[in-house]
């Protein structure tokens, strides 16, 4: 036999297998264990695969519950205006970062605001 057929055989047989492969994972099928010899029928879905599917079904249920309470929280007009209000409060020039008024503040004529105290005031 010449290279190229010897080639060609091993490459049609590595098809073939990973074709079965393939399949078997695809739609669950038993093809590689019924050509071995460890399965009458290879169409037969195995348990183990059925109750993984049904694991999987309750998961992706429960996982979009859970986003669609997430939308719910996320969209309601409380929830955005509180995050609006918490904004312009992290934005406001009067405050300096941390989160409390600054003891004096600069006007444009180079002259000092202090903040008035409300205890002074009668």
Known sequence: MDPLKITLILSIIAVISLTVCWLDHKNNWQLADWMNGRCSNPFIQTQKATQSQDDKDLLIQQLTERVQI????????????NKKL?????????????GSLPIATALPNNTIATPINASRCH
């Open 70 to 81: 997430l939308e719910k929280i996320v969209t309601e007009p409380s929830y955005e205006l």
């Open 86 to 98: 918490n904004q312009l409060l992290l934005d406001s020039p009067l405050l300096n970062g941390s």
